[in-house]
């Protein structure tokens, strides 16, 4: 039965935490700034642990957490595995188990970018190195300076888009202006980039920032959405188009998904029925429809109306 999240982390394939949320991080009571390293120690302590980050044992773990026992649920991915932390006591939530798999590929696609960032960088370090030794080298050093600041920036954008995906502010603004979908659904859509230029996958995006936003909630939103755009990339073959608009109609705000059709997988029905449940509990509704070589999901709900 699939739980509600409290918190997430995702593990290499080696086992090695490359990130850990601040609500994993208080279930498990982990430090605040040491908390992949804490797991690592952790990890070493506990022979159980280890096996489970290795993907050698069971794949979920009963531990003691702040508070009382964590579940940790384990679920494979692209590069690595994702791991949930729930509270057993908690009933079976309305969380798409799409939307883990989607998760999964976000992770695996920021390793790969942010390997090719990293690359880029050591080869303008080597660049600037073998520089120095010559005439003028300070100003010829000048332009690879720019471009590692460059890069530089490019890393902390990619994480920062990242870290607003996986775990939205819930902070009150001072006029609460509801979540731009728009914008939403661009940030989630550039994370996938990796993935569709790896099979040639086009993308057409409708989705102008700023313009419809949702009075749903900003956190259960995003998981939806991400974990729609996950099926949708599945279900398309390699070398199709996929579609994502965003608008308003009425009092409410419409996403709709459109991709080519191709093998929809054995667990496509459960997990669009968990995302129709999730939609109905955000006060909205949701509509699957394939037809001609096509299918086409659409979201619609509350729309902000607060400017």
């Known amino acids: ?52 980050l290795a993907s050698r044992g069971p794949a979920e773990l009963a531990l003691s957490g702040r508070g009382g026992p964590v579940l940790l649920q384990r679920t494979p991915g ?17 969380e798409p188990v799409a ?42 050093a000048t332009g690879h300076f720019a471009s590692v600041h460059a890069q530089v920036g490019k890393a902390s954008d990619l994480l920062r888009r990242f870290r607003g995906l996986a775990a939205p502010s819930q902070a009150p603004a001072p006029i609460d202006v ?24 086009g993308l057409t995006l409708e989705a102008p920032a700023g313009v419809t936003r949702t009075s749903a909630l900003a956190d259960r939103t995003v998981r939806l959405l991400l974990g729609l755009l996950g099926q949708a990339l599945d279900g398309t073959p ?29 667990d496509l029905d459960y997990d669009m029925s968990m995302a129709a449940a999730m939609a109905r509990a955000l006060g909205g509704a949701l509509e699957r429809t394939r037809e001609g070589g096509e299918e086409r999901v659409t979201v619609r709900l509350p729309r902000s109306t607060t400017t």
Not at 86 to 94: A, E, I, N, T, V
């Open 78 to 94: 692209v590069g690595g595995a994702l791991l949930l932390a729930c509270d057993p006591r908690d009933g079976g939530s309305l």
């Open 178 to 201: 509801g979540l731009d979908l728009g914008a939403t659904v661009g940030d989630l859509s550039a994370l996938f980039g990796h993935e569709l230029r790896r099979r040639r996958i």
């Open 238 to 266: 390699d070398g199709g188009e996929l579609a994502a608009t965003v608008c308003a109609d009425g009092a409410l705000a419409v996403v709709r998904v459109t991709h080519a059709a191709g093998d929809p997988g054995p």
């Open 99 to 140: 939307g883990w798999a989607g998760l999964a590929h976000v992770a695996a696609g920021l390793e790969h970018d942010m390997r090719n960032v990293l690359n880029a960088m050591s080869l303008q370090l080597a660049l600037l190195e073998g520089k120095l030794g010559e005439g003028e080298a300070a100003r010829a």
């Open 1 to 52: 039965m699939s739980r509600l999240a409290r918190g997430a982390a995702f593990i290499d394939l080696d086992g090695a935490v490359l990130a850990a949320d601040a609500g994993f991080r208080a279930l498990l009571d982990l430090p605040e700034r040491d908390g992949p390293g804490a797991l690592a120690r952790r990890a070493g302590h506990d022979p159980a642990w280890g096996r489970f």
